[in-house]
């Protein structure tokens, strides 16, 4: 089940829009230049399905289903994805390191916590059981005994494939499909990994290009994307 791209830009063109009374914000991670303000539960994301609806139970149907048919060589790229929640997700795509590049590094980095500040706050107001936590004979791949069972919707790990995604598809114009269809691929190996519904990972599409937005409108941001363009100009980066 894939998100339809143009449903994603009328779903951030509306959060864009819609003004309503702020949330608390999560206390694990903070916003350094979102505002609180800025994530809006009730207006940016529709709530997810409750435990016993039939489309949970279907989506949980077709978690086994893509489990079963996931190839041995996909199921451990799907653990790797698990056990790596930074940018360097984006490796793969290319034949550098993107922590060699500080700047570059260290813009996606603050995308990334604006993304996990946002993403924590969805988690805390909705609650929703993981399909494990649900369903107990759901394969997962992450093997932890204290992954917390009710963080499921949106995801983290695709919240931020997609923001930073999005960043980098930017600053690389030249492989911004890779990148894009890299981001998809990570958000897909939370399912694989039976951690996710499609649904989670869906939500995640939508806050991850939101926040992407939203931070390129910020001229403080802009800022630091301009000295990071640069850097990977300066260094012949592929794509550049």
């Known amino acids: 089940m894939k998100t339809n791209v143009m449903t994603v830009c009328a779903s951030i063109g509306l959060m864009l829009s819609v003004a309503m009374v702020p949330v608390a914000q999560a206390a ?35 978690l086994h289903a893509l489990i079963i048919a996931s190839s041995s060589e996909r199921l451990a790229r799907a653990k790797w994805d698990n056990d790596h929640e930074d940018p360097s997700l984006f490796d793969t795509v290319f034949d550098f390191k993107l922590e060699k590049f500080p700047k570059t590094w260290s813009l996606l980095k603050m995308v ?7 993403a924590d706050v969805f988690k805390e107001h909705f609650h929703r059981k993981r ?16 992954a917390h069972p009710y963080r499921s919707y949106p995801s983290g790990h695709s919240t931020l494939g997609y923001s ?11 492989q911004s499909q890779a990148i ?33 937005t939203k931070l390129m409108a910020d001229s403080r941001f802009i800022k630091l994307f301009e000295d990071a363009r640069v850097e990977l100009k300066a260094a012949h980066a592929k794509g550049s």
């Open 112 to 118: 990334q916590n604006e993304g996990d500040a946002s």
């Open 164 to 174: 930073t995604g999005y960043v980098l598809a930017q600053l690389l114009p030249g």
């Open 131 to 146: 399909p494990w936590a649900v369903d107990p004979s759901m394969p997962r791949c992450d093997g932890s005994s204290t």
């Open 180 to 212: 894009l269809d890299r981001a998809s691929d990570y958000a897909e190996s939370r399912k694989i990994c039976g951690v996710h519904y499609s649904s989670d990972t869906e939500a995640s599409h939508v806050l991850g290009i939101y926040i992407a």
């Open 28 to 62: 694990e991670h903070h916003l350094q230049y979102l505002q609180p303000a800025d994530i809006q539960v009730t207006a940016l994301l529709p709530a997810p399905t409750e435990d016993n609806s039939p489309s949970t139970k279907a989506e949980l149907g077709e």
